[in-house]
Every structure is written in C-alpha cells, then in structure tokens.
C-alpha cells in the first residue's frame, strides 16, 4: 500500500483544505506533516465554515484517524485554542487526533524572536505571520528544539527556562521591546501562563511514536493520505528564498515529516487556483495592480485565513505551475476557484518570461531579485456561472493547461463548499 500525498503547487492558499475534506471519505488515516500555525485551511460545508491551523483537515470525518507528523511545529495554546472552537461546533476533534512526540513546540519566546526579526529586517521584511515558525525551525536545526515527547519528562521544566534565557538574551542584542509587546493582546508572563496551561492539558491527548505508527497502518492495508501546509513555491529550498517559509513544502518534505520511505509515495494531488495570488512580500511576475486584480480579490475573498491581509492577485503562471508539478512528481492537479474568474471575458495566462532580454520558460536563480516580465497568451473566459458542467470555454483554459505542464486536471473546484466541484475523467 502507498501513501498519497497532496500539497499546494503556488505560494499556498490554494484551497488544500477542502480537497482534503472532499477526500477524507476514501482514506483510513490523514496525516499532516509540515508547517506550523501559520497556515490556515478553510473548509466549508453545511453553511458553517471551519479554519485549521494544526489540525489535519479530515477530522470532520468521525471514521478517520488524524495525524500531526513530527515536521510539524505545534504552539500548544493555538492548538487547544483550535480543539475547543471545533467542540463548540460539536465537533470533537480529540477522539481521533493523534501527535507525533517528535513534533517540536513553538515557544512564547519564539514569538518575541519572529517579531524581532522582522523588524530588523524593515523593507526587506518577509511578510511574516509573526506565529514564531522560523524561529522554532532555526532551534530544531541547531539541536536546541523541544519535542511534545519533552512535556512527560522530569527536566521539562529546565529545558523550558534554558530555551527562555537563551531567547531573552537573543532579544537583548536586538533592543527589541519585550515588555511592552503583547502576544494575542497578552504579557509574555500572561500569555506563558496560558501556554503552560495548555500543556497541561496536551498530555491528555495522544501522543504516539507516529513513524512506528503511520508504516504499521501502510503494512495493514490502510489507506493514507498526507496533507502539506502552505505552498510549493514557499519551500525552503526551491521556492523564492528567502521569502518562503522555514519547512520543505513539497513531496520530498512528506517523506521526513512523517517518517515514510520515498518508495511508498504513492498518488500526488497537486493543488492550485485558476489564478495566482500571494501574501507577504517576494517576487510576483504575474500580479496585478488594476481593477482585474481588486476584482480577483473581491470575488475571491482573498484575505489570509490566519492574518486576515489581503492577498495579492494575478494571472496564472504557468512556467511556475510547471516548476511546481515537475518538484513534485504530480500525477493529478485539482483547479481551485475557477468560479472567481467567471465574469472575465478575456483571460490572460503567462507561458513564458521576457529576462535580461531574452525569452525563458525557467524560473532563474536571479528571479528574487530582478524583474520577470510575463509573457501572455490572451483566451476567450467562459464569462457564465459554473454549475454542475463545464463550459466549453473553461473547458479550453483546463486543457491548455494540461497541455503546457503535462498534467491533467481531474477535479475543478467552482465554489468554497465541499459540494461544489466537477470531477473530470482524466484525458
């Protein structure tokens, strides 16, 4: 049995969490395995709406076990935080939610630390979620991280005041403001109040060996899905450094933030939108600073699930999409969003880039810091709603491209609910 995967093919928000939900049906386990609470995955069904932070996004089905792999990074209060507003929509999300010992803690200092650090940066800042992500990844590879397994054990406590005293003492350095700067509207000393509380009550949830786990479920037949948080071109590695995100977003990251073997890497659902959109700063060859791109925004609802900044809008781009599939090893894309580009007569897809004067269909090294101007092909929009079948019009822009990243679409999303999607055979 293998384990399939799905990710996020642009820089994230391309709507994982409702595929996921959409999916969980066909699966025994669900399983994330990066990221930390900077994401946020929206799932809408039932005219309630849900946003997780931690939480794998099939925990809406009561049948189905989910995992929070060790390459995540849990802040513990956010977690218990997001537990409790399930249960206040009746749902109860700790009968089959299972963590990893090996996933690191996000402190209340890592916290300071983000806020820090951006500052420091001024313009050249990252865009952060300010949630303490790089900072708590920056300990796990320097030796320095505590692990949920830490909370059961007798020197919890000094490792905490150890990590503490080393991260006051960063801030020092930095002149940062520590006392007058509040997490969540609280002190350092009320918000670690809270997040020791919240420990607490961690150690009642259960916490497994979840490599040992996930590969006995795989040998029993089980069936596994593994969800990735925010988007491949934010990986580490081969997104747009340095304005990415700490974790390696893309199917290889699968493979240490769950502890599987590449071998067992089975399907690949590769997720973007009918657009492109971005938050934060970063280079953004193909956004729009016109009405096109407010109307995306509008029609899209393009704010951040968990800063609530509006998002940046533009075309789609395709020489990126195709650097995302071919990172991946995609063997299925799903289209997120084409109702948001219903009402354009005319759409525009990049297919190339004009760099240093010549024509590439690569993303360069030099792509962070010099301009890549798109090269568009104009297509006739479907300029309709979307129902339960496709337009011979959308039907044009999905094959074009399939066509172009050599991929085909299988499922195309024409609104937020989990009920509103068109399944397509593949061609």
């Not at 029993?220 to 304005?243: N, R, T, W």
Request: with cysteine; proline share 4%.
């Amino acid at each position: 049995m293998k384990i399939d995967l799905l990710l996020g093919l642009q820089w994230g928000d391309e709507g994982k969490g409702k595929i996921v939900d959409v999916l969980t049906p066909n699966y025994d386990i669900v399983a994330r395995f990066q990221g930390g609470p900077n994401a946020g995955h929206t799932i809408v069904f039932d005219n309630k709406k849900f946003v997780l932070h931690t939480i794998p996004s099939g925990i809406f089905n009561p049948t189905c076990i989910n995992i929070i792999g060790n390459g995540v990074i849990i802040d513990p209060l956010t977690l218990l935080r997001e537990i409790d507003e399930l249960a206040q929509k009746d749902v109860d999300a700790t009968k089959n939610l299972f963590v990893s010992r090996k996933a690191h803690l996000i402190l209340p200092t890592h916290r300071l630390l983000d806020a820090a650090n951006e500052k420091s940066k001024g313009s050249q800042k990252i865009g952060t979620t300010l949630k303490g992500i790089g900072p708590t990844y920056t300990d796990k590879t320097a030796r320095n991280g505590i692990r949920v397994g830490d909370i059961t054990m007798d020197d919890f406590n000094e490792k905490y005041q150890r990590s503490k005293q080393r991260h006051l003492i960063q801030l020092q350095s930095t002149n940062f403001d520590v006392e007058n700067f509040t997490l969540d509207g609280m002190s350092l000393v009320e918000y670690e109040q809270k997040w020791f509380e919240a420990i607490e009550k961690m150690k009642r949830l259960k916490c497994i060996e979840s490599e040992y786990f996930i590969n006995e479920n795989l040998q029993k037949g089980k069936k596994i899905l593994a969800e990735g948080a925010q988007g491949s071109l934010l990986d580490v590695d081969f997104g747009s450094y340095p304005f990415v995100t700490s974790s390696s977003t893309i199917a290889s990251g699968a493979c240490s933030g769950l502890g599987v073997a590449p071998g067992a890497i089975g399907r690949v659902f590769g997720v973007f939108k009918a657009y492109c959109t971005r938050v934060g700063s970063g280079p953004f060859p193909t956004e729009l600073f016109d009405a096109d791109g407010n109307l995306m925004r509008e029609r899209g609802h393009e704010f951040g699930s968990t800063t609530g900044r509006p998002r940046r809008c533009g075309w789609i781009d395709l020489p990126a999409l195709k650097y995302a599939v071919m990172l991946n090893g995609v063997t299925d894309l799903i289209m997120m969003k084409a109702d948001v580009l219903n009402v354009f007569e005319t759409l525009k897809i990049a297919v190339a880039y004009n760099f240093r004067g010549s024509k590439t269909e690569q993303l360069p090294y030099e792509a962070v810091t010099e301009k890549l101007e798109p090269i568009y092909t104009e297509i006739k929009g479907w300029d309709q709603e979307i129902t339960d079948s496709i337009a011979d019009e959308l039907e044009n822009y999905i094959r074009f491209i399939e066509n172009y990243v050599g991929v085909p679409i299988t499922f195309v999303s024409t609104g937020p609910d989990r009920s509103q999607g068109i399944k397509r055979i593949k061609n």
